[in-house]
């Protein structure tokens, strides 16, 4: 069944450590995304990729980065966590075939929690 | 440069009464414009999108919007609440390039 994964689904870490929050799709989709949710806010996209080896910074500063080695996995990591950094974080992918509309296919999302 | 507005971050219904939530963008192209829904603990979910063709817009769950460019409104109603859709909804509107924006979400609750 085609899907969009992320894990772990929950995540408790103390101050200083290097994280990586995974996140898969079987969509074959070109086009994902990594945004921050906070509660009564905006979604904030924070990194973006148009395919393979292509990843671009979206338009909330973070200090997270992101690869795309392979079409279906976009894994974003923190090299030091911070308590700033507790928020929820989804992933999301879309299509850009032809006729497709933007539409954007959202994972579970991980909730972190930097202690 | 695009924007949403979702007016209302918290709108409180009884099971069976007219659901509206609303929602104004600002676009300096023709939109394509989004409503999600968030249930808890989970992602978003598309509801249903607008892109152009018609004005009235039907979605799943009984969901539909009317975009109204007059207005800069694409407002989503629902006839008849029930408990299942007690969640959080955004209205979303495609930005340039392949950028989304997300309003700040209205949270709906159905009462009994």
């Known amino acids: 069944e085609a899907d969009i994964y992320q894990t772990p689904r929950y995540l408790v870490i103390g101050t200083g450590k290097k994280i990586t929050l995974e996140c898969s799709q079987t969509?074959?989709?070109?086009?994902m995304y990594w945004y921050q949710q906070d509660p009564g806010m905006e979604l904030h996209l924070i990194h973006y990729?148009?395919?393979?080896?292509?990843?671009e910074k979206g338009d909330l500063s973070s200090e997270s980065t992101v690869s795309r080695i392979r079409t279906e996995h976009f894994p974003l990591t923190l090299e030091s966590a911070r308590p700033s950094h507790t928020s929820q974080y989804l992933c999301a992918s879309s299509d850009l075939g032809q006729g497709q509309d933007y539409e954007q296919y959202f994972g579970p999302g991980t909730r972190l929690t930097v202690t | 440069a695009q924007s949403v507005t979702q007016l209302g971050s918290h709108v409180s219904v009884s099971e069976g009464a007219l659901v509206l939530l609303r929602c104004n963008y600002s676009?300096?192209?023709?939109?394509?414009l989004f409503w999600y829904v968030q249930y808890p603990n989970q992602g978003l979910q598309l509801l249903l999108k607008y892109t152009s063709a018609a004005t009235l817009v039907k979605g799943i769950n009984g969901f539909e919007a009317e975009f109204k460019k007059s207005e800069t409104s694409f407002h989503l109603t629902k006839p008849s609440a029930h408990m299942s859709d007690a969640a959080e909804y955004f209205c979303a509107v495609r930005g340039r390039g392949f950028k989304t924006i997300f309003g700040a979400g209205t949270r709906l609750f159905v009462k009994a």
């Open positions: 969509m074959g989709h070109d086009k």
């Open positions: 990729s148009y395919g393979v080896n292509s990843t």
């Open positions: 676009s300096s192209v023709p939109p394509y």
